[in-house]
């Protein structure tokens, strides 16, 4: 039987004056604090039989692998499914009681919160996620991987892997920043899973 953990981790805290949803635009790189919430993380899982580290395309997430790689002497691969989900709002802010959410003319996007109507649907997200897990999975056969996601590709994980319902309220995700999702595998079976604030807040 081969043992492998696979730990999926939220990017850290975003440089964003604005406050928009940034989601898959460009050059959002993390804060002061972000970089520090990476080392944290990277300073716990030194100790870890870390074979592999890959992240999403975006700076963020990037970013955020960096040093956990540089503890292992690995480099970070680039996984494009591991990205943030598409959004309607990208780009605007969505804060409650401003932005693009009083304008009556955006509320059509917002009339099925169980798909959701507003963005790339739940089932295409933890499909794509399944499949990146799964190969790093198989790249860090009897060790450990590293994926580096976002709030909401994690959170549908999460949720797809444990045979939980995919739709939910954004208020009650658990996927912090910074923070790691670790799903334990023999073989191709997952076995069980946890969760650790390791940078706190």
Sequence with gaps: MIETIVHVMRHGEVHNPEKILYGRLP???LSERGRAQ???????????????VVASPLERAQETAAPIA?????????????IESANVFQGQKVSPGDGALRDPRNWWHLR?????????????IAERMIRAVRRAKDAAAGHEA???SHQLPVETLRRAMTDKALHHFP???MCNLASVTSFYFHDDACVGWGYAELAGQ
């Design 171 to 173: 208020t009650r995700r």
């Design 70 to 82: 540089a503890h292992h002497g690995l480099s970070v691969g680039t996984d494009a499914e591991l």
């Design 38 to 52: 990476a080392r944290r993380v990277a300073e716990w899982l030194a100790g870890r039989d870390i074979t592999h």
């Design 112 to 124: 099925n919160p169980r798909t959701p109507s507003w963005g790339e649907p739940y089932t295409e």
């Design 146 to 148: 590293v994926c580096v």
């Design 27 to 29: 050059d959002y790189h």
